[in-house]
């Protein structure tokens, strides 16, 4: 089992579509999540943090269920410059400082 | 205030040759990680250096060093190529001291192993 896994995608949706992506993670001591953006050809850039109690920034909403291991990304009003690869972070909890990144989950936002 | 910069852009190298990237983190950040990026692929971490050493390291061969260096700027080494070894190799910068904590990504180095 990998250690961090995404829905494969990709997503097409149609713009003002609500999307969500779904990430599930193998250590049940991870302490810190992230999603992070790469646009095509491009270095992966911060969305956003997860934290346990859910967090919100405009249109995008982060959510954390430490019981179940997964975290999710919701994007509301779909913008055709949402397009990108979503990228689901995990740090686990082991006393080191390695990151692990899942595969990705293409989103393709159509007019 | 300059961002995380990678050189080179993109490298191609023949079988069994060596490599050498490097990577000027961003201002203020005293810690660098590197990352190999498959095509289709998450990125994958290689290692960590904070104060000059290695401080973390992800399941790569010991054909991959690095190097940090005073200025906190880093290097790659890659010897005995491989055509797996072709990939975006991406740099991030950070605060050492914040596990965690966001991480700045360079625009990485595409190399092409033939």
């Known amino acids: 089992r990998k250690e961090v896994e995404q829905d494969p995608g990709p997503f097409n949706v149609p713009e003002g579509a609500t999307v969500a992506f779904n990430c599930t993670y193998s250590?049940?001591?991870?302490?810190?999540f992230f999603w992070y953006r790469q646009d095509c050809r491009k270095e992966p850039k911060l969305l956003m943090s997860?934290?346990?109690s859910g967090n919100e920034d405009g249109r995008f909403t982060a959510q954390l269920n430490r019981a179940s291991q997964y975290i999710s990304l919701l994007i509301r009003d779909s913008k055709l410059s949402d397009s990108a690869t979503y990228l689901c972070?995990?740090?686990?909890?082991?006393?080191?400082?390695?990151?692990?990144f899942g595969a990705g989950t293409r989103l393709f936002v159509k007019a | 205030d300059a961002g995380v910069t990678q050189s080179p852009t993109h490298l191609i190298k023949t079988r069994g040759q060596q490599v050498t990237l490097r990577c000027s983190p961003k201002?203020?950040?005293?810690?660098v990680s590197w990352y190999q990026q498959a095509l289709g692929q998450g990125p994958q971490f290689i290692f960590q250096y904070y104060e000059e050493e290695e401080r973390q390291r992800g399941n790569f061969p010991d054909r991959f060093s690095g190097h940090q260096f005073p200025n906190y700027s880093s290097e790659l080494n890659v010897n005995a190529l491989l055509l797996g070894d072709s990939a975006l190799y991406l740099c991030?910068?950070?605060?050492?001291?914040?596990?965690?904590?966001?991480?700045?990504f360079g625009p990485g180095t595409r190399l092409t192993v033939t």
């Open positions: 250590n049940s001591a991870s302490q810190s």
């Open positions: 997860v934290y346990s």
């Open positions: 972070v995990v740090i686990p909890n082991t006393g080191g400082f390695k990151t692990i």
């Open positions: 991030a910068s950070s605060f050492g001291d914040d596990r965690g904590y966001e991480q700045y």
């Open positions: 201002s203020g950040h005293d810690t």
